[in-house]
Nanobody, 115 residues
Framework: QVQLVESGGGLVQAGGSLRLSCGASGNIFSASTMGWYRQAPGKQREVVAVIDPDDKITYAQSVRGRFTISRDYAGPTVHLDMNDLRPDETGIYFC?????????WGQGTQVTVSY
């Protein structure tokens, strides 16, 4: 079993910044894909940024140039630095961990971007 604990959400004004962090524990494998997804009110969960075992990174088009995902293998921990946040990026941000064919989700952290 894998446990994911997210932190760093909160309330920020448009144009502001936040850093999300997600620590993984339990049955951890070094070759894993970790990432961040968000779910806005009334919408489906969507990918924000993902980093694979080879450190290849994929970003949603809308966040490129503003968000940066990084990984610390010591934890392992994955971070998401979010800059120039927009009100439509309000939602619950979920950490995801995949090793082999098994995926795990964190409980989510709320990000609210006000006008």
């Amino acid at each position: 079993q894998v446990q994911l604990v997210e932190s760093g959400g909160g309330l920020v004004q448009a144009g502001g910044s936040l850093r999300l962090s997600c620590g993984a524990s339990g049955n951890i494998f070094s070759a894993s894909t970790m990432g961040w997804y968000r779910q806005a009110p009334g919408k489906q969960r969507e990918v924000v940024a993902v980093i694979d075992p080879d450190d290849k990174i994929t970003y949603a088009q809308s966040v490129r140039g503003r968000f940066t995902i990084s990984r610390d293998y010591a934890g392992p921990t994955v971070h998401l630095d979010m800059n120039d946040l927009r009100p439509d990026e309000t939602g619950i941000y979920f950490c995801n961990y995949i090793a082999g064919t098994k995926g795990h989700w964190g409980q989510g952290t709320q990000v609210t971007v006000s006008y």
